[in-house]
């Protein structure tokens, strides 16, 4: 009933203050207490650090240079060892047989494939048919008659007449 009161009477004093929606302020992130003593390990763990590399951690040891210099010098002129890529006659021999081995059934395997020629006349006469204008093709066709007239052909112009107007690979396809 007291708390109440006191409640009632600051609302009194302060209306502004009290028209605030109530949030809570001392929330914690998620998963802090989970990833705090990680935190705190690590910087542990660069204090540490810091006090051993004291104020220059990027200093080069004295006559650091000099010894170099004789040390790069005295590998230089140590005998390098010598790894064989062959160490016997009989790896050698049998690398060498397989190689043949497998160029010789790439070789087999390659004649049977069937050989693809082109045709460059074919592909010309395919361009010069899409460089033609969409104009003239309607004028030359508003222009020629395309009533049929029965005509009677004998075997020679029909023969003539396919060989000039279908190609070879037109011919042989299978409808």
């Keep these: 009933m007291g708390k109440n009161l006191e409640n009632e009477e600051w609302r009194e004093e302060a209306p502004r203050l009290s028209g605030l929606p109530v949030e809570d302020v001392f929330s914690v992130p998620p998963n802090y207490f989970e990833e705090l003593s990680a935190s705190i390990e690590a910087k542990i763990a660069v204090d540490r650090l810091k006090s051993l590399a004291g104020d220059h ?6 006559g650091y240079f000099d010894r170099m210099n004789a040390e790069v010098m005295a590998k230089a002129k140590s005998p ?8 016997s006659g009989i790896v ?15 070789t087999y395997f390659y004649q049977d494939q069937p050989k ?3 045709n460059y006349a074919e592909i010309a006469n395919e361009q010069m048919l899409f460089d033609i204008d969409e104009d ?15 005509t009677t ?3 020679s112009d029909l023969e003539s007449y396919i060989l000039n107007n279908f190609s070879t690979s037109e011919l042989t396809a299978e409808y």
């Design 80 to 87: 390098s060892k010598v790894l064989k890529l062959w160490r």
């Design 136 to 150: 003239v093709i309607i004028e030359h066709i508003q222009g020629t008659d395309v009533s049929i007239q029965p």
């Design 57 to 62: 951690p990027f200093t080069v040891p004295s």
């Design 92 to 106: 050698k021999y049998a690398s060498a047989a397989c190689f043949l081995l497998i160029a010789g059934l790439g």
């Design 153 to 155: 052909a004998d075997q």
């Design 116 to 118: 693809q020629t082109v």
